[in-house]
């Protein structure tokens, strides 16, 4: 018998079959959770990188010991075991624009002046330097899904949707990349330039996604569901990204989910503005919401950074903000609608942090929306209910057969997992743990990367 110690600090290949005892896994990720408990003691057997079976732990180590003398075994001693992370909704193809060169803007639409003005200079090289590195950084940390979005900025598709397919094959195995196009709906109104925009994105097997601003031209949107059945795509909507309600959108997406039986194959993020409305008329929005089957994603970094930011307009002044950017997460789940968190920006004019842990983002998720215990109950927003919304083939739930793509934290609860996230956890990809090689990677990569190219 081996403790948990022994596959903490082994460097050694892990046998082909072992067995993982006292793992205490929640009930969120379990086929047939103990029904008075939000999390259970289990053990679960490996096998040539499938779990090969999961059951409650016995109640006697000692004799489980004495009668498995010659499995490989190692007790967690109840340490957490959930399935690796599946984050929904990132910007890969904007990451790290701060270190070379760019800076934080504190408002979204500031920040997407600075990212268009910004397009003419991304070459393929920089491209891909700036996306491996975030697929690296997410991998370490145990993702094995990431969708991203990719600014649509040229017609037959921008240099970075064809550098993020080129990606997501280099990447198949380690992270499996979704992608999803972003453009503004008023695009929408040429009616060419939309139907080969979702020409592209059915030929890269992508996701058909749309930015959704205030005072939007919200007539043309039935013409994203009009291309979305045509060619056959999800959806996948930045919709509501402010706290104004009457500048409010979401209803709209939500009528023609409802009208056009699209609300499964549909997603819609951030949605802050349900934050700042009247209870009623929030509820009634959720209510439709959830009717329609909408999945919601809710982005607490970028969210919490951008909204109500309290710049005075010649950004000389300062208060502390008052309102809160992320939507109703509570409201939403007590009407069971799919939720799911997720990273959005990292170290771009949007927000001048993240670091692609879908953990981290639970971590700050429990405190800015009062999540109780986040491990045991939530969960699923990093793991199966992302998967989910993305349509992955393994929903993330912990069974017979699944993949053994896991994360073991050396927290025993909530509050000792949520303390200590960047700390004691191991990744298991396919019942091994990643490569010695793999490691978070340096920023000084992107010293003079742009000088350098621009040189050569
Ligand atoms: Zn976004």
Request: proline share 5%.
């Amino acid at each position: 018998m081996n403790s948990i110690n022994d596959i903490f600090q082994s460097a050694a290949l892990l046998p082909a079959r072992y067995t993982l005892l006292n793992a205490h896994v929640p009930a969120a990720l379990l086929d047939c959770p103990a029904s008075d408990t939000y999390s259970t003691k289990t053990t679960v057997r490996i096998a040539n990188g499938f779990i090969e079976s999961i059951e409650e732990s016995p109640s006697n180590t000692q004799n489980y010991r004495n009668e498995h003398v010659k499995e490989f075994v190692f007790d967690l001693q109840d340490a957490t075991l959930v399935s690796a992370f599946v984050d929904p909704h990132t910007h890969l193809d904007k990451g790290d624009l701060l270190s070379i060169g760019l800076h934080p803007e504190q408002d979204l639409f500031d920040a997407i002046k600075s990212v268009r003005a910004d397009y003419a200079q991304w070459t393929e090289n920089e491209l891909r330097t700036r996306i491996e590195f975030a697929l690296q950084t997410a991998w370490v940390h145990g993702s094995r899904a990431i969708n991203t979005f990719c600014d649509w900025a040229a017609p037959g598709g921008p240099l970075a949707w064809h550098v993020l397919k080129e990606l997501r094959q280099e990447w198949a195995g380690r992270i499996e990349l979704v992608l999803t196009s972003l453009a503004r709906i008023d695009q929408l109104a040429d009616h060419q330039y939309s139907t080969n925009l979702a020409q592209t994105v059915a030929d890269g097997q992508g996701v058909l996604g749309w930015f959704i601003y205030p005072e939007a031209p919200v007539n043309l949107l039935s013409k994203a569901f009009d291309l979305a059945e045509r060619f056959d795509l999800r959806l996948d909507f930045h919709v509501d990204e402010h706290l104004d309600p009457p500048q409010g959108n979401l209803g709209h997406v939500t009528k023609l989910a409802q009208e056009r039986d699209y609300g499964k194959r549909t997603v819609c993020g951030h949605c802050c503005v349900l934050a700042n409305m009247q209870a009623d008329s929030r509820d009634s929005l959720l209510d439709a919401v959830a009717k329609a089957q909408i999945s919601m994603v809710c982005l607490p970094f970028t969210n919490l950074y951008l909204q109500d930011n309290g710049l005075t307009k010649d950004k000389s002044g300062r208060k502390t903000p008052r309102l809160r950017g992320l939507f109703p997460v509570h409201e939403a789940r007590a009407r069971a609608i799919q939720l799911a968190f997720g990273s959005d920006n990292h170290r771009d004019p949007f927000f001048p942090a993240g670091d692609l842990d879908p953990l981290q983002t639970l971590s700050l998720a429990s405190l800015a929306a009062q999540l109780d215990n986040p491990v045991e109950e939530w969960i699923d927003t990093i793991t199966s209910g992302p998967a989910r919304l993305l349509n992955l083939k393994w929903d993330g739930v912990l069974r017979r057969g699944a993949p053994a793509d896991l994360i073991i934290h050396r927290g025993r609860n909530s509050a000792e997992v949520i303390s200590r996230v960047a700390h004691g956890r191991i990744v298991l990809r396919d019942g091994q743990r990643l490569p010695e090689s793999a490691c978070l990677p340096d920023f000084r990569q992107f010293d003079n990367l742009r000088a350098d190219i621009n040189a050569a």
